[in-house]
């Protein structure tokens, strides 16, 4: 039977559900028998309360890009049909279910808790027992694996789930056989028990959709509001020299 993991990342208002902060995006990228399929969930999602300061600045969402969204419960069956009987990886696994457990009980859905459809790993305690003592933050790891994050300037939660989809398959892709006389294919050939099993450098990658026009506005009209709240401090335009506020 197939082996479907999904990778999750969230992004929110602020760092507690008990003090009333919500999921804003949600990314998802489908794993199946280790290999990437190519499938995805993405939704931003309107909080109906203000994002906190700090927050805006990890993720650069703003309350007015958020306005004309869904609020969770308008998506809540479409994400739980995508994540349904997969296993979850997610990065610091309590953050993120704690959130989507929230939004849950805001809905007033019949399943209340993700874990009772889904089980989880937290890639964050599986980076700490093989490096311990290290970093082990989503950046420090792709260092450590090479695994390339340029683009990653801001947090956002799809592109985060396709990073950590690399990072947790390069982390667990030397694994062998725990069959006692276990044969694999490797290359065409049958090797050992004891012969680490590698990614393949071919396996298919997630499609790269270029943005439309109507994307591309979009994105600048929302620079342009980071760029005025934060009075000339936003990293991407200043880099470009197009901030407006100096």
């Known amino acids: 039977m197939a082996h479907k ?3 999750l990342d969230t992004e929110t208002t602020g760092l507690e559900p008990s003090q009333g902060h919500r999921i804003i995006e949600i990314g998802c990228v489908e794993l199946v028998d280790r290999k990437l399929t190519g ?10 309360r203000e994002i906190d300061q700090g927050a805006l600045e990890v993720h650069g969402i703003s309350n007015e890009f958020l306005a004309d969204k869904p609020v969770f419960s308008h998506i809540v069956d479409e994400f739980l049909a ?11 696994a309590p953050f993120d279910i704690g ?3 929230h939004e849950l009980t805001l809905a007033a859905n019949k399943v209340k808790k ?9 890639s964050l305690v599986l980076a700490r027992s093989k490096h311990p003592g290290q ?8 260092k450590r694996y090479a695994i390339d994050n340029a683009k990653r300037e801001l947090h956002g939660a799809l592109l ?26 490797v290359g065409g050939a049958q090797s050992d028990k004891n012969t680490p099993l590698t990614l393949n450098k071919d396996r298919s990658r997630l499609a790269v959709l270029a943005a439309s026009q109507a ?4 994105h600048q009209a929302l620079l342009s509001v980071i760029d005025k709240k934060s009075d000339g401090q936003c990293l991407w335009l200043n880099s470009r020299g197009e901030s407006t506020q100096h």
């Not at 993700?114 to 989880?120: A, D, L």
């Not at 970093?135 to 792709?142: E, Y």
């Open 82 to 92: 995508f994540v349904d009987g997969a296993e979850l990886i997610i990065h610091n």
């Open 160 to 185: 985060d789930a396709e990073i950590l989809a690399d990072v947790y398959l390069m982390m667990t892709g030397g694994q062998t056989s725990l069959g006692l006389d276990a044969k694999v294919q």
């Open 135 to 142: 970093k082990n933050n989503l950046d420090a790891l792709c």
């Open 99 to 101: 959130f989507l457990d």
């Open 114 to 122: 993700i874990s009772k459809i889904c089980s989880v790993i937290d």
């Open 39 to 48: 499938k995805h969930y993405h939704q931003y999602i309107q909080p109906e």
């Open 5 to 7: 993991q999904i990778v």
């Open 215 to 218: 994307e591309l506005d979009a």
